[in-house]
Structures are given as C-alpha cells and as structure tokens.
C-alpha cells in the first residue's frame, strides 16, 4: 500500500495578538501586581516566551474579592432576563473570536489547533448559550421557587483546557447572579485575560468577573479569603484535599473536580474498529490531559490480540507534532514538570515489568515531548494501572468475565469517568449501575454536552458541573 504523507498545513499566528506583558484584571481594569511581579508564559511546542503576567499576592486578591463583593448587589439584582443577556453576548463574542482564542490556546496549552477549533470552542460558547437560557428559569430548577445567589465565588481552573473549564464555572455562577474571581492556571493564563477583554466587549458590569494571575500560592489566598461564599476547583486530587482542609468548619459551598483513572471496558461482541477510535480519543485527546482519560484498557481475553493488533496499527497513524498544524494529533506536553511526571510513571512501568511500545514516532528538538505509548501485562499492582499519568500512556489489562471486568474497574481511588464498549444494550446498563463512576459512555468516550453533568466519586471530587445539577453549587438551597 503507498504511504501518502500530509503536507503541512499551518495555521496563522497572525490572528492573535499577544501582549508583552498582562496585568490582573480587577473590578473592571487591568492592573499591575501590587508588589509589581510577574512571571513568564511559555509556548510548551517552542519553549518561547509567549507574554510576562502579573503574579497576584494577598493583598491583589482581597482587592478583586472586594470589587466581586460591591458588584454582586447590583448583578444579583437584575433580573434573570437581564443577566440572560450579557451571557448570550458573551457567547456570541467567543463565536466571533473562536479562531484568535483557538490560536491563542493551541499557543499557550499546546494541544492540537484541531482540538482547540473543533472542541474547546465550540464547548466554550455552547456552555454560555445554556446557562444564559437558565438565567431566567431558576424557579424551575427544582431549587424552590426563589433560589439566591451565594455571592462571591472564588473559582481556581486547570491548565488542561483553559477557556473551557472558565466557562464551566463562570457560566453557571452568572446565570444565577453570583459574582466571580477566577484564578487561571500559572502555565496558561492567557486565554482567561483575552476573556477579561470578551467581558469588557460584552459590556459586563465592573466587578462582576474578576482575573488573578499566579501560581499556586495566589490559589491558596484565594481559597481562604474570607469573603469568599463558594470555592469551585478543578486539579489534582492533592490540592483538593488541601483544599478541603482549608475551607472545613466555614461556611463556604465547594465542588471539587479531580483526578481520574478511568477504566475503558472491550467486551468480545464490542465493533472492533469502533472501540479502538474511542480508545485513541479516550487516551491520546489532548495529549492525555484529561481528569477523564481512558488511561486504563481492560479488554476481554477472548479479543485482546484482534483488538491490540488494530490498536497499534492505528497508533502508527498518529502525527506528533506542531499544534498549529491542522493535520497534527498530538500535540506538546504542557510543561516540562509535568513531562518529567509522565516519564517517571511510565520507566516505573518499565522497571515493574510491563512490556511497553510506542509507534516509531520521530520528536521535535524543541519544546516537551512524549510519543503515544503503550503498555501490556499489566498488573492492577503497576503504578502506571493505580496512578493518574495524565499524558499519552495507556495501559491494558484483561478480564474473562463481566464480574471481573467491574471489580478490576472499581479497583481504584478514583471515580470520574468509565467506557463500556458491547453491541448488547442489556450488558450496558447492567454494568453501567455497578460501576462507580460520575460519567460513564457506552460505545464513546469523552462526548461532552453543556446539559450534561460531569463529576466524580471518592478521590475524584464531589458535587457536579454542567447541566441543571450545575446550578446547585451558585444556588444557596
């Protein structure tokens, strides 16, 4: 069969124009740190300086608290028609701009442009469209026929997909009239400034969303100030229960959304060529940076060696590479702490004895790297089968029956997300109510819709984010 190679096919960086240097963006203005730091944002594909950002300390967030708290009498009080109407402005603006911020993100996270314009946006604006049709339907939420907005919400955001976890906690948190200070991630904070700007567009009124910069020191101010009424935090399972630990014996409302190690379960009657295109975005979506990701294959022993057969055939597909390429699948890891974390897991699936592969897969000289990798004869004692890798590195382990299939699955800290891929309707919902697990797909994975709610068990977090159920954690009922 001949071999046909992609030409390349760039996007224009052109489109954005990026800042040499940001500030915070507080009660309606950009403003510089009060001591005056700031810290450097790196392009992960380049390693380039993308734009200096302010660094806010104690004193930056008690003033965007403040400014959050004197502008919630005024947006609490309009009424849900009126609030309606910035959101639906915030949403059409996003449409408008999708291409600048997609380009912006794929700069600034690394993954694929192809990514960022086809899912992350769209995502984006589709959650501001839904919440903004909620804004004057609170009475029919099932919260009683008067719910009230908490107040402020101090809300802290992952660097795996930027612009679209702001939208998961900014949208729900206006619609029902509370107010905001958002904390972008350290690594990618500027598609979160070119919001601050989108609010500015849209007409917000000053205060109601404000922006703090920083790292993880200004999240932990953040999270402790006392005026704040409700913390929403998406990250690692060790700064929620850090988390947690702050705000216990407070009267501040959490939602905590973290880590995954999500079981994608191939029974033998599952379409073969099917699953292995859910398995490929279950893992290799976004590089792996997903509290979702279908890190863990268990596959029926009956069909491992079909199935692996197809699977690595298409691994050899993928292309590595350039994330303003548009033919690129996988893009730059986000960091190079967090490419040191993925290399460290998987030489410890190495050394345990899991047989490892990866498609000859040629790396840029520049920037953080990982080639989508494998692993099999995998044990539920490997590291890489209990620990969150979050990057490209999927690990498969096998089962006979549907028993063992839920108990390998359930063998884990975790409780986010599930797959189950099986042409019997009955098998799925028979083990979809065994499995514990937020959100499980049936022949799919890492399918999101802004009226669906997204959460998990045990170590995963609690409370919900997307759908009615979102409006819960902005409500004091």
Known sequence: MPVFEYAPAPESRAVVDIAPSYGLFIDGEFREAGDGKVFKTLSPSSEEVLSEVAQANAEDVDRAVKAARKAFEGWSALPGAERAKYLFRIARIIQERSRELAVLESLDNGKPIRES????????????????????????????????????????????????????????????????????????????????????????????????????????????????????????????????????????????????????????????????????????????????????????????????????????????????????????????????????????????????????????????????TLFTGVTQAHRIAREEIFGPVLSVLTFRTPDEAVAKANNTPYGLSAGIWTEKGSRILAMASKLRAGVIWSNTFNKFDPASPFGGYKESGYGREGGRHGLEAYLDV
């Open 117 to 372: 314009r086809d899912a992350d946006l769209p995502l984006v604006a589709a959650h501001f469209f839904y919440y903004a049709g909620w804004a004057d339907k609170l009475a029919y939420a099932g919260y009683g026929p008067d719910p009230k907005p908490l107040g402020v919400a101090g809300q802290v955001i992952p660097w795996n997909f930027p612009l679209l976890m702001l939208a998961w906690k900014i949208a729900p948190a206006l619609a029902c009239g509370n107010t905001v200070v958002l904390k972008p991630a350290e690594t990618t904070p500027l598609s979160a400034l070119f919001f601050a700007d989108i609010c500015r567009q849209a007409g917000l009124p000053k205060g109601v969303v404000n922006i703090v910069t920083g790292d993880g020191s200004t999240g932990a101010e953040l999270v402790a100030h006392p005026g704040i009424d409700k913390v929403a935090f998406t990250g690692s399972t060790e700064v929620g229960k850090a988390i947690a630990r702050t705000v216990a014996g407070t009267e501040k409302k959490v939602t905590l959304e973290l880590g995954g190690k999500a079981a994608n379960i191939v029974f033998d009657d599952a379409p073969i060529d099917q699953a292995v295109e859910g398995i490929i975005g279950g893992i290799f979506f976004n590089q792996g940076h997903v509290c979702c990701a279908g890190s863990r294959l268990l596959v029926q022993e009956s069909v491992q060696d079909e199935l692996l057969d197809a699977l690595k055939r298409r691994m050899r597909t993928l292309r590595v590479g350039d994330p303003l390429d548009k033919n690129t699948d996988i893009g730059a890891i986000n960091s190079a702490e967090q490419l040191a974390r993925i290399r460290e897991l998987a030489d410890a699936g190495e050394a345990e004895g899991a047989e490892r592969w990866a498609p000859e897969c040629e790396l840029p000289s520049s920037g953080y790297w990982f080639a989508p």
